[in-house]
């Protein structure tokens, strides 16, 4: 089960720190990819999403809800060929000072008792991963997008029937209403299944 954006082992990232000239940047892939049986799954461990206005409406005792979608393009960056869109719900414990997150998408579970990059973990870890229907050597990239959710928007992605789909990718479609809604993006590729 190997992590890949760029496959890199201690000793060459030891090499490669000795040898880079002064004031070169080893930069560490920010989304990370793995192969988990016939499907992909990421990563993001320097992606903090649990900060500015949400930490505070958290620490307001509001819920803040999380919507991140995964794409999956082939041949390159823009032919997207499959998306995946998870939503999670997270809430504070005022007295333990711990978060509470909860995935909402199917299959839905929860985790308590988390610290902030605890959670950050368990909600990257809890998206639904994606089926690798690729042969071995053909390109592909796969892009994490995440938005912190308006709460104006809640009402018209949440409905009756469950989860409105179309109305989440048209949120991600467009740019945030709101300046200062939170939102991140991270991509890796080119990659390979035979590299992963």
Not at 52 to 74: W, Y
Not at 141 to 164: C, F, H
Request: glycine share 4%; aromatic share 8%.
């Amino acid at each position: 089960m190997a992590w890949s954006a760029r496959l890199i082992t201690r000793r060459q990232l030891l090499a490669s720190a000795i040898a880079a000239p002064v004031g070169w940047s080893l930069a560490v892939p920010r989304l990370l990819i793995r192969r988990e049986g016939e499907n992909l799954r990421i990563s993001a461990p320097q992606v903090r999403f649990i900060t500015g206005k949400s930490l505070e409406r958290l620490k307001n005792a509001t819920s803040v809800s999380f919507v991140f979608q995964i794409s999956l393009s082939l041949d390159s960056a823009v032919n997207v060929v499959s998306r995946k869109v998870d939503r999670f719900v997270l809430s504070y414990d005022l007295w333990e000072e711990k978060f509470k997150a909860t995935r909402l998408t199917p299959p839905i579970a929860s985790m308590e008792h988390l610290s902030v990059p605890a959670a950050e973990a368990w909600c990257l870890n809890e998206v639904v991963p994606i089926p690798a229907a690729l042969t071995e050597s053909r390109p592909f990239w796969i892009k994490l997008e995440l938005r912190a959710e308006d709460p104006k928007e809640s009402a018209a992605i949440v409905g009756e029937p469950g989860i409105n789909l179309t109305r989440l990718v048209e949120i991600f479609s467009r740019p945030p209403r709101n300046q200062q809604q939170q939102r991140w993006l991270e991509s890796a590729g080119p990659l390979r299944l035979q590299d992963l």
